[in-house]
């Protein structure tokens, strides 16, 4: 019988598994592409090697979003650090496309490490260099096939697919393209190129079946492509990656015209074809295929702001030191008053525009002297909608520039309410919903309030959505309410006719605080997602301040600079992936054997 492992590299782990196959100790079996090969919280029962095909590993944690933990290519092992710590699996491990696996009994591994220490010392260096990226926070084995596939025929996935390959080379790793020429190719031809090369993109049009069924089974994510000024076909075609469909690893790229002043009629796109993510690319614009380049290469920067009432200027001072700097910002999402500003960021309003927009929107009057009989809440709420829809108009989350979304809390199921579709102007008013202050917005027949009630810092969310590195700008903390800010006017006439009675009364200062507050679990499970951590300081500014606009953004520009300044390498390259050329040119932890 030829050798099931000829192919793989020749290590202790690899002859120890072709010596129990031909014994009979272990198993030879496959995983069509789709399938688990374990799930958590199942015993970890046996080790398992990779043969042939891609497994990829999942977490999906009540209350959060599934995060992909990365990629398990050919000769690698899965399942090993619950065998060897004697628990069940922390994660699920999914087929990408149909693979092989050698599987090895629990008790026949430990029996065999016993007699060649070889193997366990492979397997100990291996669980080593893997705690290591999860302590830094970095992804187990990312991500390098990826597929372009025309959505319908008048999109062009290999014209796409180019131009990112191009932007991909410009970042200094060797990349590839390859389109149906290729489909007759052997299933070595398709392992060289992969091994050969830092990235590889296939590329697939509507018209080409056979070759879309190959490149659905064989990448580890998969980019639709559409033209964004035209309809989604009436029946998509989404048989072609079904097992990355069901794994939540299909994005959407929706081709604008160039010069375009804001996308419409995305969330067709997005009810066809139910993408993980979705990506606005202008034409032509050679930022928005440089976006693209670093969400596959990992240095995508997601960007997350914090609630914290009038204290949320400073998020405007922060993007505008980051642009000052010439980070870019990828993703974004915020809560409450950060979610107002995220989503002016994505909907492409440069720095001028989104000081002007803040300032008249919640500086030059106050958003809270609608003041109501308090039944429900202490304003009626009606000038905060009129303000959301005078800036934001119709806009619906699919149709902005950046990939966006924010949070509320929802008072019905008792968890946080994620909003990454729909209108804009309804999710920021969920957003700011500060119980008592404003009236909750109400979703079906569930209650959504503020999102800071149960999660004001979203960084681990963003950690689920992207690889790439995490800045986050929290203004929740630090001195925020003080005796004198809930001080009982000592005149009530003297109160109103200052003016001062258009900030609330001083229990506004205290539900914002109430609400703002996060537990000192929570606060660290975000920050821990955070690669910078942007901390302003803010102690002079009431959190009902609105004309305190100053000196908040003041503060988040100073923070946001020196935190920068702090840095050794940019931003893009914290969590940058080294190429084979500087792999080969520097000794890596050995682990065979």
């Not at 977490?59 to 069940?88: S, Y």
């Not at 009626?380 to 699919?398: A, N, P, W």
């Not at 920068?564 to 190429?579: A, F, G, I, Y």
């Amino acid at each position: 019988m030829a050798s099931l492992t000829e192919s793989l590299p020749d290590t202790a782990l690899t002859r120890l598994f072709e010596q129990k196959i031909r014994s009979g100790e272990a198993v030879w079996f496959s995983v069509p592409g789709g399938n688990p090969l374990f799930l958590a919280g199942e015993p970890a029962d046996q080790l398992y090697l990779l043969r042939t095909g891609r497994l990829g590993a999942i977490r999906r944690e009540e209350g959060h979003e599934a995060q992909f933990l990365g990629v398990i290519r050919p000769g690698e092992p899965a399942g090993e650090m619950a065998l060897v710590a004697g628990a069940a699996h922390s994660a699920s491990v999914m087929a990408l496309r149909d693979s092989e696996i050698l599987g090895l009994p629990r008790e026949v591994f430990f029996q065999a490490a016993e007699s060649d220490p070889e193997v366990m010392t492979q397997l100990a260096r291996l669980m080593i260099l893997r705690a290591r990226q999860t302590a830094r926070k970095a992804s187990i084995g990312e991500p390098s096939v990826f597929g372009f596939m025309a959505a319908s025929g008048a999109a062009n996935a290999r014209d796409v697919a180019e131009q990112v390959a191009t932007a991909i080379g410009r970042l200094d790793y060797s990349v590839t393209v390859v389109g149906a020429e290729a489909q007759h190719a052997p299933t070595e031809w398709f392992s060289n190129v992969e091994h050969a090369h830092d990235f590889v993109l296939y590329a697939a049009e509507a018209d080409e079946t056979g070759w879309k069924t190959l490149v659905g089974r064989q990448v580890d994510r998969l980019f639709r492509v559409g033209r964004g000024d035209l309809v989604p076909p009436d029946a998509p075609d989404v048989r072609a990656a079904e097992p990355l469909q069901k794994q939540g690893l299909i994005d959407l790229i929706l081709v604008q015209p160039p010069n375009l002043a804001a996308p419409s009629g995305s969330a067709a796109w997005v009810d066809a074809y139910q993408p993980a993510r979705f990506f606005q690319m202008r034409r032509g614009a050679a930022a928005d295929v440089a976006r693209l380049a670093r969400v596959i290469t990992g240095q995508s920067v997601g960007l997350v702001l914090s609630g914290g009432g009038a204290r949320a200027y400073a998020h405007v001072g922060a993007i505008e030191a980051l642009h000052q700097r010439g980070v870019p910002i990828d993703f974004v999402c915020g809560v409450s008053m950060g979610a107002i500003v995220a989503a002016g960021l994505a909907m492409g309003w440069d720095d001028d525009e989104l000081d002007l927009r803040i300032r008249k929107a919640f500086v030059d009057t106050s958003p809270l002297d609608d003041i109501a009989f308090p039944l429900i809440a202490m304003t009626h709420g009606l000038k905060v909608r009129d303000r959301l829809t005078e800036h934001f108009g119709e806009r619906q989350i699919e149709d902005l520039w950046l990939p966006f979304f924010c949070l509320s809390s929802n008072l019905t199921t008792g968890a946080y309410q994620l909003h990454k579709r729909g209108p804009v102007a309804d999710a920021l008013r969920a957003s700011i919903a500060l119980p008592g202050i404003l009236p909750p917005s109400l979703f079906n027949k569930d209650v959504l309030v503020d999102g800071a009630v149960m999660k004001n810092f979203p960084a681990d969310i963003m950690r689920s959505v992207q690889l790439g590195p995490i800045v986050g700008v929290d203004v929740s903390r630090g001195r925020s309410i003080e005796a004198a800010d809930i001080a009982t006017p000592p005149s009530v006439w003297r109160w109103f006719l200052s003016g001062e009675w258009r900030r609330g009364p001083p229990i506004v200062s205290l539900l914002m605080r109430a609400a703002t507050v996060t537990s000192g679990r929570d606060l660290a499970a975000a920050r821990e997602a955070t690669d910078v951590l942007i901390l302003p300081t803010l102690d002079k500014v009431e959190i009902r301040n609105w004309k305190a606009y100053e000196p908040a953004v003041a503060a988040g520009r100073a923070a946001t600079l020196a935190a920068l300044d702090r840095l050794t390498v940019p931003v893009t390259d914290l969590r940058r992936r080294p190429s084979m050329e500087e792999t080969a040119a520097k000794p890596a932890m050995a682990l065979g054997g």
